[in-house]
């Protein structure tokens, strides 16, 4: 039973514009998200977290809103590069993190 | 600092054989990770340690797969005998109370089962 779930397999976004990507979560314990990037042949390093206590969090280009009701978050990439192109994996936790939930990724492609 | 370290890479090996990975976490995190990812999907959690105690192994498949975490550093990964859907990649991860829920993952260690 996927907990977490990333709907999305693949986007391509032209350099410069916005990538949104999105994540599902059903479990409505989970109260700590988190991103991660991965590129081919490496393991994947994290990006950016967000806790239940807040609906947003900022890092330089990279923002995460959590909508708890629809338990919903979403990653934006504002400006788009192409060293952004990567699988992003959306995860959670049901505390501040001993046991992670990924979801199956999201594929993104910036087109120069 | 040095980062999570795994080997080996890749590994190919016969069904039925026994094969072996190894995880040096990074230094002072005492949360150790095995996932499992197959092609196409995210990393699924095979056992966790927290020091040398294995707290979460309810997804480890136990009649082929064991693991160990001697003195709370190291970890091994064990299959054996390895059948064909074991094939995928093998990642390690740690974290600690001082890295806010952020784990930090290996390069993992790609299995071919043939």
């Known amino acids: 039973d996927q907990q977490v779930k990333q709907n999305s397999p693949s986007l391509s976004v032209q350099e410069g514009r916005i990538s949104i990507l999105n994540c599902d979560y059903t479990n409505s314990m989970f109260d700590y998200f988190l991103w991660y990037k991965k590129y081919p042949a490496e393991g994947p390093t994290f990006l950016i977290s967000i806790s239940s206590i807040k609906d947003k969090n900022e890092d330089g280009r990279f923002t995460v809103f959590l909508n708890k009701s629809a338990k919903h978050l979403s990653l934006h990439i504002v400006p788009s590069q192409p060293g952004d192109s990567a699988v992003y994996f959306c995860a959670a936790s049901p505390n501040t993190g001993n046991q992670f939930y990924f979801g199956t990724g999201t594929s993104l492609t910036v087109i120069p | 600092e040095a980062g999570v370290v795994q080997s080996p890479r890749y590994k190919i090996i016969e069904k039925k054989q026994p094969v072996a990975f190894w995880c040096n976490p990074i230094s002072g995190h005492n949360t150790l990770y095995w996932y499992l990812q197959n092609l196409g999907q995210g990393p699924e959690l095979l056992i966790r340690?927290?020091?040398?105690?294995?707290?979460?192994d309810s997804q480890l498949p136990k009649d082929r797969f064991s693991a160990e975490r001697l003195k709370g550093v190291d970890s091994t990964l064990k299959i054996q005998p390895a059948e064909l859907g074991d094939s995928a990649v093998y990642l390690c991860?740690?974290?600690?109370?001082?890295?806010?829920?952020?784990?930090?993952f290996g390069q993992g260690t790609r299995l071919t089962v043939v």
């Open positions: 991860a740690s974290s600690s109370s001082g890295t806010a829920g952020r784990a930090f």
């Open positions: 340690y927290e020091n040398e105690e294995a707290v979460d």
